[in-house]
């Protein structure tokens, strides 16, 4: 489907548009790298035991898999999605100041349910307005993106250090300071009104559905979704088993961190390593390292590997994450014609955020019960999406049988 021509308006570049989107996309990674790693250390300091963490982790997941796609169409139907990002950057700050209040365990579930509604649309609507830029202005993504990912390292490893002093108690307040600054950065966001074409609703959604129920695409985009799934223990209890080790919060911050440069790196290099290659075996790959390093994390200090296995196990993020990233916007290019691409992103979000929030539900049980060992069955799950990768993989159209089918 053909967009529609930029108006005079459009066509007008703001200024320093790529040193703002960069700080915009900074300022929303930077309390991120605070939340994914210590928000669970945060949980289990007031009190809450495994099951509960499970639960308060989850329930905004389940929540946000049905706004944020609604959110983010709204944004894109608004007359400038800055406005929008503004009010919601707002929202989650005011949202975020709940954690101070008495924590209680309904209290923390539903604060953390309100501010998932909120805080969650930052990041399709940052990408949104990036992508316009890389559309309209030749606009290079990547160099305005990779400094979410620098803020994300800056934000765990500081967040760390401060930890390690503090204790878990602090982890509120960093969040909010961290949900502050996304608040002012927020203003600096370039306006460019409403959108080419907006992102598909939840109707549009449903009846776009029904042509993308492929063999291929659906069992592709399962396999993706529960990849991406057997990461739900890690990022559930990985800190509170390394906390149980007596690893420091300092350290802590260093391994999320490490993870994360593997990711970059790989993001880097993947054209030029397997740029050529299927989707089927990117995302073979990606399963397979994800049972690789599921089945290793148990082992590393039993075996004596200490701090620095489990750098090493961490490096195994670059497969199990960055490729199965990329391994989704394969998927829909080479399946999915452009004018239904909209539609494809939603489903393959509703399937990786539903199958992550059912594993990270049931990571809280498996924690109590298991322990590390908990990893094994995370290795389990990811064998089951690389049996599903292999069912599919046969049945990958030709490139560009995908645009012609439709």
């Known amino acids: 489907m053909k967009l529609p021509p930029l108006t005079p308006e459009q066509q007008v570049k703001p200024r320093r548009?790529?040193?703002?989107?960069?700080?915009?996309?900074?300022?929303?990674?930077?309390?991120?790298?605070?939340?994914?790693?210590?928000?669970?250390?945060?949980?289990?300091?007031?009190?809450?035991?495994?099951?509960?963490?499970?639960?308060?982790?989850?329930?905004?997941?389940?929540?946000?898999?049905?706004?944020t796609p609604i959110i983010a169409?709204?944004?894109?139907?608004?007359?400038?999605?800055?406005?929008?990002?503004?009010f919601l950057a707002a929202a989650a700050l005011l949202l975020s100041l709940g954690y101070f209040l008495e924590p209680a365990y309904l209290t923390i579930v539903l604060?953390?349910?309100?501010?998932?509604?909120?805080?969650?649309?930052?990041?399709?609507i940052s990408d949104s307005l990036a992508l316009s830029g890389v559309r309209r202005f030749g606009s290079d993504y990547a160099a305005m993106r990779i400094w979410g990912s620098i803020a994300f390292l800056v934000g765990s490893l500081a967040a760390g250090f401060i930890l390690s002093r503090t204790g878990a108690d602090a982890v509120p307040a960093i969040i909010s300071v961290g949900l502050l600054g996304c608040f002012l950065a927020s203003f600096v966001a370039p306006r460019l009104g409403r959108p080419r074409q907006a992102s598909p609703t939840a109707s549009e959604m449903q009846q776009a559905a029904p042509k993308l129920f492929n063999r291929y695409f659906l069992i592709m985009a399962a396999g993706c979704g529960i990849i991406v799934a057997s990461h739900g223990f890690l990022y559930g209890f990985v800190s509170i088993y390394w906390k149980s080790l007596g690893i420091s919060e300092t350290i802590v911050g260093l391994l999320w961190s490490w993870g994360v440069m593997a990711e970059i790196v790989m993001f880097m290099f993947f054209t030029r390593l397997f740029g050529r290659r299927s989707t089927g075996f990117v995302l073979l790959l990606s399963g397979g390292g994800a049972i690789v390093r599921w089945i290793a994390f148990p082992l590393i200090w039993p075996l004596g590997l200490g701090v620095p296995g489990f750098f090493a196990v961490q490096s195994l993020h670059a497969l199990s994450t960055a490729l199965v990233l990329i391994g989704v916007q394969k998927l829909i290019a080479e399946s999915v014609p452009e004018e239904r691409t909209g539609a494809a992103q939603g489903i393959a979000y509703f399937t990786n955020g539903m199958a992550m929030a059912v594993v990270t539900l049931i990571s809280g049980p498996l924690y109590e019960r298991f322990g590390a060992n908990g990893f094994y069955f995370m290795a389990g799950v990811a064998l089951i999406a690389v049996a599903l990768v292999m069912v599919a993989a046969p049945l990958a159209p030709q490139l560009g049988q995908g645009r012609r089918d439709h």
């Not at 604060?111 to 399709?124: D, E, F, G, K, Y």
Request: charge should be positive.
């Open 17 to 67: 548009f790529e040193l703002r989107i960069s700080l915009l996309f900074a300022a929303l990674f930077l309390p991120m790298g605070v939340h994914l790693p210590y928000f669970p250390l945060w949980l289990e300091a007031k009190g809450l035991n495994p099951e509960q963490i499970a639960v308060a982790l989850s329930a905004p997941m389940f929540l946000r898999v049905i706004t």
């Open 73 to 86: 169409a709204m944004a894109d139907r608004a007359k400038d999605r800055a406005n929008v990002f503004i």
């Open 111 to 124: 604060v953390s349910l309100a501010l998932s509604v909120v805080w969650t649309p930052h990041a399709p």
